[in-house]
């Protein structure tokens, strides 16, 4: 009896674990994908999660702990899809889309599709994955497109064809109309849980008015998730360096190791120019800047340049940072942001996205203009209308 009632405890522990611990399951049928490696991945916010399972016949079934939350994670083919830069394999190339599938506990999905274009593929089983897959449907026209013209793109390099400003122009305006239907499908969409991730994802597409108008729009529970967090966060950031607003303060060292504040800038107008050594067009704009710099210098125009080097230590960055200062012959102000990053990032701190980024400050440290990339002659007319010229 006694080793009956035991047996019974050890069963009834085994079967409550196994409740307590939430799995997914997703089973699949593809095309084309033949006996191919499937693999699942994600960030859980401390540590890379990768499942995968070989195909058979292009079926397949992944099982794992579902998360506590729901999170979107990618699943990719093994099937060689992507377009490479050279001739061989072995060179730099654009890696092919993945499929965005929502995990959320318990969550029984069903794939089905063509394994060339799994970045299309439908995924049943719950409300999440169905926004998701309305998404694909309506946006489907213009990720085709844009996979097509990067093609092209690489197959012209390959031949030695270096006029493709034509191809770049409807890549152009491909992204552009992409972005356009994303807004209008987050604001149609308000309840759908793709549309707090995908304004997460492609926030740095909105100017701030806009990003707080469909971040508004957004219904109060998605607001709540990991999601719907960053976003406010983002928010926050960039409401710090709108126009009008004191840029934020903060000290870094210079060249020779001396702490450079932005304080040391009052009374004058300072232009913070984010850039690196590794970034062409940074690189590209700085014969221009030096002109503007030798013309307006005496009337109070500083600049102070804040390098962002992409480095595997502190030490290389600054070789390269500080090298590039020399080939260049910057004769501004600078500081590296690697140095000291633990103690402030002025990356997140300005909610830096691109390069070059610059930010014009004027001369009570308030900030009046911020310029993404090429700027064309928006810097010049404006220092031509603060100092009368």
Not at 262 to 281: E, I, M, N, R, T
Request: proline fraction near 3%.
């Amino acid at each position: 009896m006694k080793k009956t009632i035991l047996v019974l405890f050890v069963v009834s522990s085994f079967v409550w674990k196994l409740d307590a611990q939430k799995l997914y399951v997703i089973t699949g049928s593809l095309e084309n994908q033949g006996n191919e490696k499937i693999t699942l991945s994600y960030f859980d916010g401390t540590k890379n999660v990768v499942n995968s399972v070989n195909a058979v016949n292009g079926k397949f079934t992944l099982t794992g702990s579902a998360p506590t939350q729901p999170i979107v994670v990618r699943l990719n083919t093994s099937i060689d899809r992507n377009i490479y830069l050279g001739e061989a394999k072995a060179s730099m190339y654009i890696p092919a889309p993945a499929l965005d599938v929502v995990l959320s506990e318990d969550a029984r999905l069903t794939i089905t599709g063509n394994a060339q274009d799994i970045n299309l593929a439908t995924v049943d089983g719950d409300s999440y994955n169905a926004g998701f897959n309305k998404l694909r449907v309506a946006d489907q026209s213009n990720t085709k497109k844009m996979w097509e013209l990067q093609n092209y793109m690489s197959q012209a390099r390959k031949m030695g064809i270096t006029d493709v400003n034509d191809i770049g122009k409807n890549m152009f305006e491909v992204r552009e109309k992409s972005i356009a239907l994303r807004k209008k499908f987050i604001t149609d969409n308000p309840n759908e849980f793709v549309s707090v991730w995908l304004l997460s994802v492609t926030a740095r597409d909105c100017e701030i008015n806009e990003l707080r108008t469909l971040y508004g729009n957004i219904t109060q529970n998605l607001k709540q998730t990991t999601y719907g967090q960053d976003i406010a966060a983002r928010i926050n950031v960039l409401s710090a360096t709108e126009s009008g607003k004191a840029a934020p303060a903060f000290s870094k060292p210079g060249v020779n190791g001396q702490l450079l504040s932005l304080d040391q800038f009052k009374g004058k107008y300072v232009l913070l120019d984010f850039w690196g050594s590794w970034c062409g067009p940074c690189r590209a704009s700085n014969p221009h800047l030096k002109e503007l710099y030798a013309a307006y210098k005496a009337k109070g125009f500083e600049i102070l340049g804040i390098a962002c080097e992409k480095a595997p230590d502190l030490a290389t960055a600054i070789t390269s940072w500080k090298k590039a200062i020399e080939t260049d012959g910057l004769p501004w102000s600078q500081v590296i942001n690697n140095e000291a990053i633990q103690k402030v990032d002025l990356i997140k701190l300005y909610g830096i996205d691109a390069y070059p980024t610059k930010i014009l400050v004027d001369d009570k440290g308030n900030i009046i203009a911020k310029w993404i990339g090429g700027n064309g002659n928006e810097l010049d007319l404006k220092l031509k209308e603060i100092f009368k010229i």
